[in-house]
């Protein structure tokens, strides 16, 4: 932008002047509107080097507001057909203004629950899957960080359990039937699920199609921004007490009834409480990795400053019940839950906070001293593995 002291600031440039300035720039944008015949709302800039910014359309700001509009805009349907509009409506490499964040509060109103208790409904969770697939390889702009970490946080449990790209997950979400536990009450989609809430399922892939939705890979981008930084961490830790509180006394899913093995053997309660956390530590451990790797790159300039911004931004501890819930709310209540007090310790201490949790919960519900150990030392390998080869 001018800083008021150029040759420019003191003799204003002519209409025509600055068209044959920037003219390169002006007939590269008017070829781009006759080969697409759309209107490109670029706003030229000022002073040579500087890149142009989009103008966000009024019909966009208006969707922040209106929720069951900016779920229909950002539907990309079953079989991805409208995926186009969806990456054309919010991929803007320069926003002017508040474009990025009002571009994120988009985001938010198309796919969050309309209420607290509210699950999550199919359109709403094909939304979410078509932005984290938007910006698959793409800059997230300036100020939308904060409204993509949202989403994130209120897709928690789907995200977390994204492994790769899978040709047999067949739709980019699925609907409460197809989610709902089976006869011994297992399901792919998680533990402790609410009736009638569909999910996202960021596995999916389509045949022959690039279109690919990795929430690790936008992690990554979002991480570079303190407020996300924060909304990413809360929502991992507030999850760790969720679902540590709904865990039998044992440390086992009460929902989970296993047939047993051909000899008899029982079947395993714990396996996928195991996996589940270990696919949690990951993601705190990953945060931590993206953190120390930006300070060493320069991406994080002051480690410091980022740190303070990360903990004013961040709500506060959270801690599981001292005993056995057995509600199944929707997804999107739990980055929501109320903080348990203020974060005693170092916040970016992953490990610490994660420990923290589980030896309150471990004690308070008086936990086998045996499978608590195993808990603990299953964080901690995980953690420690996440947070050097991540990434």
Same mark, same amino acid.
């Given at each position: 932008?001018?800083?008021?002291?150029?040759?420019?600031?003191?003799?204003?440039?002519?209409?025509?002047?600055?068209?044959?300035?920037?003219?390169?720039?002006?007939?590269?944008?008017?070829?781009?509107?006759?080969? #697409?015949?759309?209107?490109?709302?670029?706003?030229?800039?000022?002073?040579?080097?500087?890149?142009?910014?989009?103008?966000?359309?009024?019909?966009?700001?208006? =969707?922040?507001?209106?929720?069951?509009?900016?779920?229909?805009?950002?539907?990309?349907?079953?079989?991805?057909?409208?995926?186009?509009?969806?990456?054309?409506?919010?991929?803007?490499?320069?926003?002017?203004?508040?474009?990025?964040?009002?571009?994120?509060?988009?985001?938010?109103? /198309?796919?969050?629950?309309?209420?607290?208790?509210?699950?999550?409904?199919?359109?709403?969770?094909?939304? /979410?899957?078509?932005?984290?697939?938007?910006?698959?390889?793409?800059?997230?702009?300036?100020?939308?960080?904060?409204?993509?970490?949202?989403?994130?946080?209120?897709?928690?449990?789907?995200?977390?359990?994204?492994?790769?790209?899978?040709?047999?997950?067949?739709?980019?979400?699925?609907?409460?039937?197809?989610?709902?536990?089976?006869?011994?009450?297992?399901?792919?989609?998680?533990?402790?699920?609410?009736?009638?809430?569909?999910?996202?399922?960021?596995?999916?892939?389509?045949?022959?199609?690039?279109?690919?939705?990795?929430?690790?890979?936008?992690?990554?981008?979002?991480?570079?921004?303190?407020?996300?930084?924060?909304?990413?961490?809360?929502?991992?830790?507030?999850?760790?007490?969720?679902?540590?509180?709904?865990?039998?006394?044992?440390?086992?899913?009460?929902?989970?009834?296993?047939?047993?093995?051909?000899?008899? #053997?029982?079947?395993?309660?714990?396996?996928?409480?195991?996996?589940?956390?270990?696919?949690?530590?990951?993601?705190?451990?990953?945060?931590?990795?993206?953190?120390?790797?930006? /300070?060493?790159?320069?991406?994080?300039?002051?480690?410091?400053?980022?740190?303070?911004?990360?903990?004013?931004?961040?709500?506060?501890?959270?801690?599981?019940?001292?005993?056995?819930?057995?509600?199944?709310?929707?997804?999107?209540?739990?980055?929501?839950?109320?903080?348990?007090?203020?974060?005693?310790?170092?916040?970016?201490?992953?490990?610490?906070?994660?420990?923290?949790?589980?030896?309150?919960?471990?004690?308070?519900?008086?936990?086998?001293?045996?499978?608590?150990?195993? =808990?603990?030392?299953?964080?901690?390998?995980?953690?420690?593995?996440?947070?050097?080869?991540?990434?």
């Amino acid at each position: 932008m001018d800083d008021g002291t150029s040759v420019d600031a003191e003799q204003p440039v002519r209409p025509l002047a600055r068209l044959r300035r920037h003219w390169p720039l002006t007939l590269a944008v008017a070829l781009a509107v006759l080969a #697409t015949a759309t209107v490109v709302p670029v706003v030229l800039a000022d002073s040579e080097g500087d890149p142009p910014c989009q103008e966000i359309p009024a019909s966009t700001r208006a =969707l922040a507001k209106d929720p069951a509009a900016a779920t229909r805009a950002l539907d990309p349907g079953d079989e991805l057909t409208l995926f186009g509009a969806v990456r054309d409506l919010l991929v803007h490499e320069n926003p002017c203004g508040d474009g990025g964040k009002v571009l994120g509060q988009v985001v938010e109103a /198309a796919t969050r629950a309309p209420a607290d208790g509210k699950p999550h409904t199919l359109a709403q969770a094909r939304s /979410a899957y078509a932005v984290v697939a938007a910006f698959d390889d793409k800059d997230v702009p300036v100020g939308m960080a904060p409204g993509l970490a949202r989403l994130l946080a209120e897709y928690v449990v789907d995200a977390n359990r994204y492994l790769s790209p899978d040709d047999e997950a067949y739709t980019p979400a699925v609907d409460a039937t197809s989610a709902a536990p089976d006869d011994t009450g297992w399901t792919t989609y998680g533990r402790f699920l609410a009736p009638g809430e569909a999910h996202a399922d960021f596995e999916h892939v389509q045949p022959y199609s690039p279109v690919r939705a990795d929430p690790e890979a936008l992690t990554a981008e979002l991480a570079k921004d303190p407020e996300a930084f924060a909304i990413l961490y809360d929502a991992q830790r507030a999850y760790l007490a969720y679902y540590l509180e709904r865990l039998t006394r044992a440390g086992t899913d009460p929902d989970h009834h296993p047939e047993p093995d051909k000899d008899g #053997t029982p079947g395993s309660t714990e396996t996928w409480v195991d996996i589940d956390l270990e696919h949690l530590t990951d993601r705190v451990g990953a945060l931590m990795n993206l953190r120390a790797r930006y /300070a060493r790159e320069g991406t994080v300039p002051d480690l410091a400053a980022f740190d303070k911004a990360v903990r004013q931004h961040t709500r506060g501890a959270y801690r599981a019940a001292a005993r056995q819930v057995g509600s199944r709310p929707p997804v999107g209540d739990i980055a929501e839950r109320q903080v348990s007090g203020p974060i005693a310790g170092d916040l970016m201490d992953g490990r610490h906070q994660l420990f923290t949790v589980l030896d309150a919960w471990a004690e308070a519900r008086n936990v086998p001293r045996e499978r608590a150990s195993d =808990l603990r030392q299953l964080i901690d390998d995980r953690y420690v593995r996440a947070l050097w080869m991540r990434f």
